[in-house]
């Protein structure tokens, strides 16, 4: 079975760019979540998607993210613009019961 | 609100000694616990998890043991190896709220040969 996929692995923007990274979820898996994770702390949650309908948001700076999950399958995360504090990693799961299942990751670096 | 946390790493051994990772959280209602490991340059691995009270996870030689008394899930490893050098992070979920992880900080832990 194959794993939750990210892209890109790696990206590095000045600040005031933009960003998109992608996610295609475990096939069937119907809850899609996007982490931050800075260097030296856990994941936190940016948004959790239901199919596709945004579950919760409480947690993403709307002014500058966002996210979608059109067909929901694959989901984008996007930044714009980007400040230097949003360098991490960002982090997309997928839920089947009450286990999450990661991707590798997106390392971002503003610069 | 619910947290989660861990011992500050990095925790430093030599191989086939004795692993002890804290963990101790507060939650709002009856939360599955777990432990997640990452590897230089992956992703998290989901390794281990109990969802009640006394349950107890298991794999790869790695347990936990959910304490609902002492609001803890410790892991432990009788005997380490190098590769078993990774980051490790305990995690929880309330079982009755839409599956959010809410993650500790994460310990590192080095194995030397």
């Known amino acids: 079975e194959a794993g939750v996929a990210q892209s890109p692995r790696y990206k590095i923007i000045e600040k005031r760019q933009s960003v998109a990274f992608w996610c295609n979820p475990i096939s069937g898996h119907a809850t899609l979540y996007w982490y931050q994770q800075i260097l030296g702390q856990g994941p936190k949650l940016l948004i959790q998607?239901?199919?596709?309908?945004?579950?919760?948001d409480s947690q993403l700076p709307k002014d500058r993210f966002s996210a979608e999950r059109l067909k929901g399958v694959d989901s984008t995360l996007k930044i714009q613009p980007a400040k230097l504090e949003d360098s991490a990693v960002y982090l997309c799961a997928s839920r089947d019961g009450i286990e999450q299942y990661f991707g590798p990751g997106t390392r971002l670096t503003v610069t | 609100g619910n947290s989660v946390t861990q011992m500050e790493g990095p925790v430093t051994l030599s191989e086939e000694a004795f692993l002890t990772i804290n963990c101790t959280y507060t939650?709002?209602?009856?939360?599955?616990l777990f432990w997640y490991v990452q590897y230089p340059g992956e992703g998290l691995q989901l390794l281990l998890k109990a969802t009640k009270a006394d349950d107890k996870g298991s794999n790869k030689g790695f347990e936990a043991t959910y304490r609902k008394e002492t609001t803890s899930f410790h892991l432990e490893k009788g005997s380490v190896q190098v590769s078993d050098s990774a980051v490790y992070f305990c995690a929880l979920i309330l079982n009755n709220a839409g599956n959010m992880l809410t993650f500790g900080g994460g310990t590192r832990l080095m194995v030397k040969p």
């Open positions: 939650a709002t209602g009856y939360p599955s």
């Open positions: 998607f239901q199919n596709n309908g945004v579950v919760d």
